[in-house]
């Protein structure tokens, strides 16, 4: 599957420009079909999309229904975002061109949950 990411002016409309580490409920793709068109510059992604969400049961015992669902969603809106987020595609280039800014991506992403992007210790960002 290809990493290569989709600079900000080509990923359309709906392009978090927010946090990079919490892609806000008004932002980005807002049903499967916009989704599935989103992740459509990727086809393994996308493929890999569609086979989760039909794999996913609607409800299963002792869980709330569609809880699976909307996590394979969740999930592949994250990343979407990670590959069209302007401070994330900055990052990568970066990476990808050497350029050391000082603090290894690693060292920033360890500060956050890696499903929830929330900080670790729930305080602010410094």
Same mark, same amino acid.
């Given at each position: 599957?290809?990493?290569? !990411?989709?600079?900000?002016?080509?990923?359309?409309?709906?392009?978090?420009?927010?946090?990079?580490? =919490?892609? /806000?409920?008004?932002?980005?793709? =807002?049903? *499967?079909? +916009?989704? &599935?068109?989103?992740?459509?510059?990727?086809?393994?992604?996308?493929?890999?999309? *569609?086979?989760?969400?039909?794999?996913?049961?609607?409800? =299963?015992?002792?869980? +709330? @229904?569609?809880?699976?669902?909307? =996590?394979? *969603?969740?999930?592949? !809106?994250?990343?979407?975002?990670? &590959?069209?987020?302007?401070? *994330?595609?900055? %990052?990568?280039? /970066?990476? &990808? %061109?050497?350029?050391?800014?000082?603090? @290894?991506?690693?060292?920033?992403?360890? !500060?956050?949950? @890696?499903?929830?992007? +929330?900080?670790? /210790?729930?305080? +602010?960002?410094?």
């Amino acid at each position: 599957m290809s990493d290569h !990411r989709v600079p900000p002016s080509a990923a359309g409309p709906g392009v978090p420009t927010r946090s990079p580490y =919490q892609l /806000d409920a008004d932002e980005g793709p =807002q049903s *499967i079909g +916009e989704l &599935k068109h989103a992740l459509a510059p990727w086809p393994g992604v996308l493929t890999a999309f *569609i086979d989760a969400l039909e794999a996913a049961p609607f409800h =299963q015992d002792g869980e +709330e @229904p569609l809880r699976a669902v909307r =996590q394979v *969603i969740s999930e592949y !809106r994250v990343e979407w975002m990670a &590959k069209v987020h302007p401070d *994330i595609v900055r %990052a990568v280039t /970066d990476d &990808k %061109a050497g350029i050391d800014d000082g603090v @290894p991506l690693d060292v920033v992403m360890a !500060r956050y949950d @890696p499903d929830t992007y +929330e900080l670790r /210790d729930g305080g +602010e960002a410094a």
